[in-house]
T-cell receptor, first 114, second 113 residues
Framework: LAKTTQPISMDSYEGQEVNITCSHN???????ITWYQQFPSQGPRFIIQ???TKVTNEVASLFIPADRKSSTLSLPRVSLSDTAVYYC???????????????FGKGTKLSVIP | KAGVTQTPRYLIKTRGQQVTLSCSPI?????VSWYQQTPGQGLQFLFE???????NKGNFPGRFSGRQFSNSRSEMNVSTLELGDSALYLC????????????FGPGTRLLVL
């Protein structure tokens, strides 16, 4: 059964680089891989999106290998305010339907320690 | 510009009742998606609407339905509520496709007693 898998939690000290990997062994061919950040009592907030190789914006980088079976969100020099839950979102093809199911990972709770 | 708004923010219902949740997308956005978030199952996709048509649907029973109006505002309805429907229901909007950057609202927290 196709699914997405992320580590449940991670701890990091302030100033360190954090890498969170999401495994998605069967994603839709033409689907993007998107990462979201969620704080308590808020809706998820877009961080970064990519299709293949590497994408970088002002807050994060996203690394996607050629087989697209995983993706890694990289947060450079985290601060206390980066403490949140991080989700990957991919499209998983539906069997026989010709469409896809948007599927979130279970989320990785990142705790940044002073 | 204003973000995605959802009403009501909190709701308490009893089993067997039905509920309607509302979502107003960011101005100009035509795609609206709904998600259910629970501690056990995480974020699960319910459905996506574009130009008043359901374009994609998740694996939820028929008790969960939705619609979209000509102004892109969307409603979600859950009939015959069950205890397990207690969750945070999130609405997200994007320009034309849920694969684009989605902007989420704060959610409606539904408690079924």
């Amino acid at each position: 059964l196709a699914k997405t898998t992320q580590p449940i939690s991670m701890d990091s000290y302030e100033g360190q680089e954090v890498n969170i990997t999401c495994s998605h062994n069967n994603i839709a061919t033409n689907d993007y891989i998107t990462w979201y950040q969620q704080f308590p009592s808020q809706g998820p907030r877009f961080i970064i999106q990519g299709y293949k190789t590497k994408v970088t914006n002002e807050v994060a980088s996203l690394f996607i290998p050629a087989d697209r079976k995983s993706s890694t969100l990289s947060l450079p020099r985290v601060s206390l305010s980066d403490t949140a839950v991080y989700y990957c979102l991919v499209g998983i093809p539906k069997a026989g339907a010709g469409s896809y199911q948007l599927t979130f990972g279970k989320g990785t709770k990142l705790s940044v320690i002073p | 510009k204003a973000g995605v708004t959802q009403t009501p923010r909190y709701l308490i219902k009893t089993r067997g009742q039905q509920v309607t949740l509302s979502c107003s997308p960011i101005s100009g956005h035509r795609s609206v998606s709904w998600y259910q978030q629970t501690p056990g199952q995480g974020l699960q996709f319910l459905f996506e609407y574009f130009s008043e048509t359901q374009r994609n649907k998740g694996n939820f029973p028929g008790r969960f339905s939705g619609r979209q109006f000509s102004n892109s505002r969307s409603e979600m309805n859950v009939s015959t509520l069950e205890l397990g429907d207690s969750a945070l229901y999130l609405c997200a909007s994007s320009w034309t496709d849920s694969q684009e950057t989605q902007y989420f609202g704060p959610g409606t927290r539904l408690l079924v007693l």
